[in-house]
């Protein structure tokens, strides 16, 4: 086999800290936290590599192997870097864990040199055609270089195509305030692919000491203020500032919870000198809660006047341990659990969308208004469905398809039970717009022709609000409806049943897959995927046989 002469080197790295006294500060007390040893000691290593590579302690300015510049070490004399002759993928690593009841804040100096002429970020830390560095927080159970999401709680940094290809050595520090109690891994990770990249870490710590974190809040639409465990993203920011968080004591300022909740998690304070339009959504990732049903009884609580108000659009996701709530203004914030007791009953709400003929009209954007505020879209058999509907509401159903209009044009009613007839007659009306112009038909047909599958509510509501929030701003929708596009081709479900199916095909057959072939495949691989999860897909079998 003839050598290739371009390099990757993918690192892996992960950080473990002991705590004594759980009121006291971790000063950087795990093994060889900041390389002075002059070795890799406490350190596991992993490498796959075609030639020659490995993490290094190294001093002076110059890469160990391959002889690239690389900044000195930014305290002490000595650093980790990653160095390779040829493809490579590192990984090093320890776990940490936060005492519980503590704030947290992981800190370290990064520093890296990329001699390619750009970054390529994809999905996956094989050094096949990448190049990039990533940070991540992940499960201390996940493979040294997996990236599927139900293995990783977040991701603290990446390159991505257009940034600088060099930094100097940056301190960044990052909130773990909600990690606490759970072993987790903090990995750093440089999959090089495409020429020699040098990817150095050093002085790594975890401090318990309340702290106030800062990032810079540029002008500019849907701006985001990333400090780990919480972040908020801006929908419009008029003049440039710094937005900062205050990690608060709970057991101080977790008094007077709103009637019925129970406070839990940690706290902080929020501000910002950026000039901004709300609302503004805030975001804590807190895996610290593992209780599914606690999870889904989390509230945001925002302090209101000196008062903590249980927030209307707190939202929880345990599959991703976020939990989110929309705000007018920023102050004090922290989390609650609601009432365990059973809540009001809930029925669903279901109907079919028909052409005067009968024949079934898939792809119609369907609006519940009243005592819940949802959308979603009909299928290729002309149904819709809003499950989990509080009964004891009064509700409105409302239709709308590019060149159609609808009889009746709304639908009304009160809802004690399940509600199955709300159909509606479809008639063309010979407006000529495209269809595919309509953020919901859009999102519609790349579940269809990515995932070979009908949009779950969450997933479509998600996607087709990125390009609805552009409102008439033409550069906005197309830059959006691009990214969204992008996002479909690089998720994991993609590349474990539409990509897989590519893949087979040119590995088998030497060419890709006709559409014909494609969309039928994918439905066959994909019968059973669960995203995020380890092992192999099912249906290969029967898609090779197909």
């Not at 500032?241 to 300022?253: E, F, I, K, N, R």
């Not at 006047?305 to 929880?316: C, I, N, T």
């Amino acid at each position: 086999m003839r050598r290739i002469r371009v390099f990757l080197a993918t690192t892996v790295l992960a950080l473990s800290v002991l705590f004594v006294f759980p009121d006291v500060q971790a000063q950087c007390t795990f093994t060889n936290n900041d390389f002075e040893t002059g070795n890799m000691n406490g350190w596991t290593v992993h490498t796959r590599t075609v030639g020659t590579a490995n993490w290094f302690n190294y001093t002076g300015t110059v890469s160990p192997l391959s002889n690239h510049p690389i900044s000195a070490p930014p305290q002490g004399s000595r650093a980790a870097v990653t160095d390779h002759t040829d493809q490579t993928t590192h990984a090093l690593f320890q776990d940490f864990t936060l005492p519980p009841g503590q704030s947290g804040t992981i800190s370290f100096h990064l520093a890296y040199n990329n001699t390619w002429n750009n970054f390529v970020a994809l999905n996956t830390l094989d050094y096949t055609s990448n190049q990039q560095a990533r940070i991540d927080l992940i499960k201390t159970t996940a493979g040294n270089e997996s990236v599927a999401a139900s293995d990783i709680y977040l991701k603290l940094f990446q390159t991505r195509p257009g940034d600088p290809l060099s930094m100097t050595p940056t301190l960044m520090k990052f909130d773990v305030s909600g990690f606490a109690g759970v072993p987790t891994r903090l990995r750093f990770a440089a999959a090089v692919g495409l020429s020699w990249f040098q990817f150095a870490v050093d002085n790594v710590c975890l401090s318990t000491t309340r702290t106030t974190l800062t990032r810079p809040t540029p002008s500019g639409s849907n701006v985001k203020a990333d400090f780990g465990g919480v972040s908020m993203i801006f929908p419009a920011v008029a003049t440039a500032g710094t937005t900062s968080l205050q990690q608060l004591d709970p057991a101080v300022v977790q008094t007077g919870a709103p009637a019925g909740d129970t406070f839990i998690g940690p706290a902080y304070d929020i501000s910002t000198t950026a000039t901004l339009t709300p609302p503004i959504n805030v975001c804590f990732i807190l895996p610290s809660i593992t209780d599914p049903n606690t999870f889904s009884h989390l509230r945001m609580l925002h302090k209101e006047a000196g008062v903590w108000v249980d927030l209307p659009s707190s939202r929880s996701n345990f599959t991703s341990k976020q939990l989110c709530g929309t705000v007018a203004s920023l102050s004090q914030f922290t989390a609650a659990v609601g009432t365990l007791a059973p809540t009001a009953a809930s029925a669903a709400i279901s109907g079919s969308i028909t052409t005067p003929d009968g024949e079934p009209l898939p792809g119609v954007a369907v609006a519940l208004s009243g005592g819940n505020s949802r959308r979603t879209i009909t299928d290729g058999n002309g149904n819709y469905r809003f499950d989990k509907v509080e009964t004891d509401n009064f509700y409105t159903v409302t239709p709308s398809h590019t060149n159609y209009r609808f009889n009746p044009a709304n639908r009304s009613f009160s809802v004690l039970a399940n509600v199955t007839d709300a159909g509606f007659t479809a008639t063309a009306d010979g407006a000529g717009g495209n269809v595919i112009d309509s953020p919901d038909y859009f999102v519609r047909q790349h579940y269809l022709d990515f995932l070979g599958r009908e949009p779950d509510e969450d997933g479509f509501n998600f996607w087709s609000n990125q390009i609805i929030a552009c409102g008439s701003d033409t550069s906005c929708i197309e830059r959006k409806r691009i990214n969204v596009s992008a996002a479909y081709f690089l998720s994991v479900e993609f590349q474990q049943t539409g990509g897989l199916v590519d893949r087979l095909y040119r590995a088998s057959y030497g060419r890709r897959p006709l559409y014909a072939e494609f969309l039928p495949d994918v439905a066959v691989v994909g019968r059973g995927v669960v995203v995020g999860e380890d092992g192999d897909v099912a249906g290969v079998d029967d898609a090779v046989d197909h």
